[in-house]
């Protein structure tokens, strides 16, 4: 589809990202490799190797790299296909992707406030909630949790099992779909600039 080319801040938005650990470092490790000093990043990569793909530690620093070098968030000539940057908004409030999440994803790690984006503004999105918060895996969209009871706390107790604060499990697995800023760190200064 032909979508308009707007400008768009990154840092002012959230996102409903599809990236998993062998899509991501920063999912597989716990911190994004453009956090990295560039020592750091080649010695992981000296252990590493390339069995990584997308998740390898020079996977986003090298697309990093390239956007930068060619000004890539400042020329919207970028947005033509095949390098456009298509996001869709939705009622929520979130973001989701056809296209650019590694992009989008990098800009907002690098802390640029202003990048050119192919919008979808049909009033369909406002009606559909991005699929994190469809799923129930948002906690801004799940429901309160329950507390367990004093009674309840004590019975487990003596049952030997671990009691759990709230009803609800905390999961530290990384759902299929999720808002970035629920499992992602963004830093103000990274040491890749």
């Known amino acids: ?50 069995q990584f793909r997308d998740s390898n530690v020079m996977f986003c620093r090298n697309l990093a790299k390239s956007l930068l070098k060619d000004d890539y968030f400042n020329n919207p000539d970028f947005q033509k296909e095949p390098f456009a940057i298509v996001v869709h908004p939705r009622g929520c409030g979130h973001f989701v992707f056809t296209d650019g999440q590694h992009r989008t994803c990098i800009a907002k790690h690098l802390n640029v406030n202003s990048i050119f984006v192919k919008m979808d503004s049909s009033p369909k999105n406002n009606e559909t909630k991005c699929s994190a918060c469809m799923s129930g895996k948002y906690s801004a969209c799940l429901p309160k949790k329950e507390k367990i009871s004093f009674k309840d706390k004590i019975r487990a107790k003596l049952r030997g ?19 970035d800023e629920e499992y992602m760190e963004f830093r103000k200064e990274s040491l890749f600039l």
């Open 1 to 50: 589809m032909c979508y308009p080319i707007e400008k768009f801040n990154p840092l002012e938005n959230q996102f409903c990202f599809r990236l998993g650990e062998y899509d991501c470092y920063g999912l597989r490790k716990g911190t994004c490799s453009l956090y990295l000093s560039e020592e750091e990043a080649r010695t992981i990569q000296a252990e590493e190797g390339n």
């Open 161 to 179: 099992k671990a009691v759990n604060e709230n009803k609800q499990e905390n999961k530290k697995e990384i759902p299929l779909e999720f808002i």
